[in-house]
T-cell receptor, first 114, second 114 residues
Framework: AQSVTQLDSQVPVFEEAPVELRCNYS??????LFWYVQYPNQGLQLLLK??????LVKGINGFEAEFNKSQTSFHLRKPSVHISDTAEYFC????????????FGKGTKLTVNP | KAGVTQTPRYLIKTRGQQVTLSCSPI?????VSWYQQTPGQGLQFLFE???????NKGNFPGRFSGRQFSNSRSEMNVSTLELGDSALYLC?????????????FGQGTRLTVV
């Protein structure tokens, strides 16, 4: 079975500051990794995903994440955040090789203050 | 291309009643997955349908059921509602049989049980 731990439930930052949202996973098999964003009263929007290849993945809205297999981590970063980045962010994994479900972390609430 | 459409967006039901939620996937997508989102448990997988067959099921009681029609539209049903069933129910559609790597989420149905 797979599990995901998002190390921070809330992250407050000031506008234009850099941010890192941390995600660690546990799995006995190879996995795919994802970051989703959820705005209030909305569904989930895919920010980026790691399937294979380069461990540095670039996504939408200036976000990027780095897959670290030895540390089983997939941290999300943005060099300069905007007020509009205020939302909840979810890290997720799925097992490679099949039509597998997504297993989500508990989420990190990012609040960008002026 | 229209996105995933979930209806209704909001629903209030009384304990003991039953409820049916609907999900119309993106045109051409044949796989539909359902997730429950609550503040306490986070995002949890309910079930996944592909070509009218349930392929994967999460750890939920039998009160939760679903089905998929020949046009790929899906419904989920919850019978004998409990207060704890209050949640945001999210539907995701995927092309072909590749569920997790190409999942597109709807805006969800907010169910409140009173």
């Amino acid at each position: 079975a797979q599990s995901v731990t998002q190390l921070d439930s809330q992250v407050p930052v000031f506008e234009e500051a850099p941010v890192e949202l941390r995600c660690n996973y546990s799995s006995s098999v190879s996995v795919y990794l994802f970051w989703y964003v959820q705005y209030p009263n909305q569904g989930l929007q895919l920010l980026l995903k790691y399937l294979s290849g380069s461990t540095l993945v670039k996504g939408i809205n200036g976000f990027e994440a780095e897959f670290n297999k030895s540390q089983t981590s997939f941290h999300l970063r943005k060099p300069s955040v905007h007020i509009s980045d205020t939302a909840e962010y979810f890290c997720a994994v799925s097992r490679q090789g099949g039509s597998e479900k997504l297993v989500f972390g508990k989420g990190t609430k990012l609040t960008v203050n002026p | 291309k229209a996105g995933v459409t979930q209806t209704p967006r909001y629903l209030i039901k009384t304990r003991g009643q039953q409820v049916t939620l609907s999900c119309s996937p993106i045109s051409g997508h044949r796989s539909v997955s359902w997730y429950q989102q609550t503040p306490g448990q986070g995002l949890q997988f309910l079930f996944e349908y592909f070509s009218e067959t349930q392929r994967n099921k999460g750890n939920f009681p039998g009160r939760f059921s679903g089905r998929q029609f020949s046009n790929s539209r899906s419904e989920m049903n919850v019978s004998t509602l409990e207060l704890g069933d209050s949640a945001l129910y999210l539907c995701a559609s995927s092309p072909l049989g590749v569920v997790a790597t190409e999942a597109f989420f709807g805006q969800g149905t907010r169910l409140t049980v009173v």
